[in-house]
């Protein structure tokens, strides 16, 4: 399990757009979304730099708690 601090998510669109980003690289996943936190939990084999990678592909910006 992997937690990220993310910038800029502010509505359920920026929710879907992280999740389904994640989602395309490895369907198996489990993505939990905290908006007020600011967090964004995976369970996924993808590695840390490759899920942030997604992450700021969608607009955000995004660190390793």
Do not use: W
């Not at 600011?38 to 708690?65: F, M």
Request: aromatic content about 4%; overall charge negative; hydrophobic content about 40%.
């Amino acid at each position: 399990m992997q937690t990220f601090n993310v910038q800029g998510m502010t509505c359920d669109h920026c929710v879907r757009a992280v999740t389904n980003a994640i989602k395309g690289e490895d369907p198996s996943a489990d993505v939990q979304i905290d908006l007020a936190k600011g967090e964004v939990v995976v369970q996924s084999q993808l590695p840390a730099d490759q899920i942030i990678g997604l992450i700021v592909e969608e607009g955000y910006t995004a660190k390793v708690a």
